[in-house]
DNA sequence: ATTACTGCAAAAGATTTGCACTAGG
DNA sequence: CCTAGTGCAAATCTTTTGCAGTAAT
């Protein structure tokens, strides 16, 4: 009755040692304020950028600043552990750290961005990495939009129908 | 001999007429420097930002201000007609007028961004626009790292063979 | 004629950098 | 220890905005 709780949480965890790992394996030191941008990463789903991380880990560690986040991040990104997908309408990059197959949906009016699980994706990455002779070290799937919300805000503020 | 000249040649010419025909249809004027804009557009694949198309068209319109080539390219971006790619390692984001289905590839060292041809990404367009529910303006199927000239680079540099 | 569009200059943000200090391994 | 990493503040750069003049339709 509560795998499935059990199932999400272990999910996140492994989430988070990778990307612990992936910073080890680089030599990178594990500080604390690294530590809590990739835990915040591996239990978020909100794609978020640079300075929503650092408003989100700021209360635990007052004194951490917005180099540090856009450091680790970087690290991260070029480690591949997670994934810089780009703006949504905002001008600030979003980050993903989760690396399953699948794509992502951007709202150019609300500035969130969801996943979409895609199979598909699964046999293009390895088309990919096979075809293009590029060392890949990271992807960037993302559909962007009106999502069902903001269209329905859009058609309300413009009697078209 | 020359049948591949005129086909290349009348690819970028359609692509043209689309970006203008898109602006028409919203009802934008089409001004000399959103002409040079998007003639400048159709016929690149370097992909460039918007300081390049700037630099690029300049010299032709020696008045054009980097906020008309901003603002052009919003418009573009908001009709579907360009795609916005994101940044490749520089801060800047990369446009492509080419709506064909294929995915990017971007070097985060050299900054430069290159087609994939993939007939898949036809059939995800599909399943994102039939499933998602979200109205699509547009994609951004890029994977970024290492190019091969950039890999031998850093080969070079760190003598790890 | 209208009214959107342009260029310019200034503003707003996001990201990067230099440097002295701190702490992870 | 020793050097990588941190915080802070300043710098850099891309992108946005306000406004008065200009031109597309």
Redesign the interface.
């Known amino acids: 009755m509560n795998e499935v709780l059990v199932r999400v949480s272990s999910e996140a965890q492994q989430r988070e040692a990778r990307l612990l790992q992936a910073l080890r394996d680089a030599g990178l030191r594990l500080t604390p304020q690294r530590r809590a941008i990739c835990h915040y990463l591996a239990h978020t789903d909100a794609h978020p950028t640079a300075q929503q991380i650092f408003a989100a880990v700021k209360p635990e560690f007052p004194s951490l600043s917005l180099a540090t986040v856009y450091n680790t991040l970087d690290a991260l990104v070029?480690l591949g552990a997670v994934h810089?997908?780009?703006?949504a309408g905002d001008g600030a990059?979003h980050y993903d750290a989760d690396l399953r197959p699948h794509?992502n949906?951007a709202?150019?009016q609300c500035h969130r961005m969801v996943d979409?699980p895609?199979e598909?994706?699964a046999?293009?990455n390895r088309?990919?990495t096979a075809?293009?002779?590029?060392?890949?070290?990271?992807?960037?799937?993302?559909?962007?939009?009106?999502?069902?919300d903001c269209?329905r805000t859009a058609r309300e503020a413009s009697p078209t129908p």
């Open positions: 070029r810089a997908l780009g703006g990059i794509v949906l709202c150019l979409l895609c598909a994706v046999d293009l088309r990919v075809e293009s002779g590029y060392r890949i070290l990271g992807a960037r799937l993302v559909y962007y939009g009106l999502c069902p269209q």
